[in-house]
């Protein structure tokens, strides 16, 4: 078992491995340099930049429909914000929303649940309540849960939460 951050280019591997081919986005300090600023460059992803973080589950709900991909990339703050968005479109109308998101704040190789910061410890709890399945991603060996999460969803047509425990390495 490792103890290295998760891998940007790992995290991009995938991505594309689950048939992800959008990628909409609000910049987050915790995946920008690992993860948001590699895929901008991919020929392989379409980026959507987004005001809103709520917009965002309206868009990926949309190109779902059109048989596409997507992930939305946020701060857990944009994730806090969207609540009634994520609740009433890919809660209740059981969409596969599939969400990865920043945990700013956290402290390395603490639980989230465990964290000092409010806005990270009751992420999990939120999620739990509104049942919607997340995985912690804080290691490079925490990366292997991405792509069965993602097909997942798409496979159950509900939302899913990777929450980022620490930021992803740079690709090289």
């Known amino acids: 078992m490792t103890t290295q951050p998760p891998g940007g280019g790992r995290i991009i591997a995938a991505l594309k491995s689950a048939g992800v081919g959008f990628v909409v986005a609000l910049p987050d300090i915790v995946?920008?340099?690992?993860?948001?600023?590699?895929?901008?460059?991919?020929?392989?992803?379409?980026?959507?930049?987004?005001?809103?973080?709520?917009?965002?589950?309206?868009?990926?709900?949309g190109l779902s429909f059109a048989g596409k991909r997507a992930i939305l990339l946020m701060q857990q703050t944009g994730f806090l914000d969207s609540v009634n968005a994520i609740r009433a479109v890919a809660v209740e109308?059981?969409?596969?929303?599939?969400?990865?998101?920043?945990?700013?704040?956290k402290e390395p190789g603490v639980a989230p649940s465990r964290s000092t910061k409010v806005s990270v410890n009751i992420v999990e709890?939120?999620?739990?309540?509104?049942?919607?399945?997340?995985?912690?991603?804080?290691?490079?060996?925490?990366v292997s849960a991405i792509a069965p999460a993602i097909e997942t969803a798409y496979a159950a047509s509900r939302p899913v939460c990777v929450l980022i425990g620490r930021p992803p390495s740079v690709p090289a």
């Not at 020929?43 to 917009?55: A, G, H, N, T």
């Not at 109308?93 to 945990?103: A, E, I, K």
């Not at 709890?125 to 060996?141: K, R, Y």
């Open 31 to 61: 995946t920008s340099d690992g993860l948001l600023w590699p895929i901008s460059r991919d020929p392989d992803f379409r980026l959507v930049r987004i005001c809103k973080e709520d917009e965002g589950v309206a868009i990926c709900t």
């Open 93 to 105: 109308y059981q969409q596969p929303v599939v969400m990865l998101v920043g945990l700013q704040g």
């Open 125 to 142: 709890p939120i999620l739990d309540a509104m049942g919607i399945a997340h995985h912690l991603v804080e290691t490079d060996d925490d």
